[in-house]
């Protein structure tokens, strides 16, 4: 009686092959659908909450003194700094005339490195234990096969 295993090492190659090529085109047909897809409302206008009603940033050229940053617990809650009500970051802005100017800002480039940082750990993670498994399969078929051929040579010969 044979051994059916539930590995894909029963399949033969040319079906291996066609799943692979199949999981293949639908990515690809994903990433294309996905990349067509416009995401975004054109008649969004993010929300900007400018301190003091200075709009200099929008008139003249500026320098970011503070990069965006989250505002502090105290700022949120006590809405002391009106910038930090709608996003909870906030950043600071030298205008050319020499204002100094706090404007709210969206936080997408501290989240965005984040996020990549934990899809790049997790992609690590899973592929180390995706080689480990297949590395622990393949040495216990390779067993298995030493010991079928172990067993067929010590079986003894009927004449």
């Known amino acids: 009686m044979q051994n059916k295993s539930t590995m894909l090492e029963g399949y033969p190659k040319n079906r291996m092959f066609m799943g692979l090529g199949i999981l293949v ?26 301190e003091n009603n200075s709009t200099c940033w929008l008139r003249e ?17 006590s809405k002391s700094l009106g910038v930090c009500i709608n996003t909870h970051y906030k950043e600071v802005l030298r205008c050319k005339s020499g204002e100094i100017v706090t404007r709210s800002c969206d936080h997408v480039a501290e989240i965005e490195r984040r996020n990549l940082i934990i899809f790049t750990v997790v992609c690590g ?23 079928k051929i172990e067993r067929q040579l010590n079986r003894p010969l009927l004449l």
Request: charged share 20%; with cysteine; proline share 3%.
């Open 25 to 50: 085109a639908c990515t690809i047909i994903v990433i294309i659908i996905e990349s067509n897809i416009d995401v975004h409302d054109h008649n969004f206008q993010p929300q900007i909450v400018i």
């Open 61 to 77: 050229e500026y320098q970011v003194i503070e990069e965006c940053h989250p505002c502090t617990e105290f700022e949120v809650v």
């Open 125 to 147: 993670v899973l592929g180390f234990l995706s080689y480990m498994l297949v590395y622990w399969r393949e040495r216990v078929i390779y067993r298995r096969a030493q010991l």
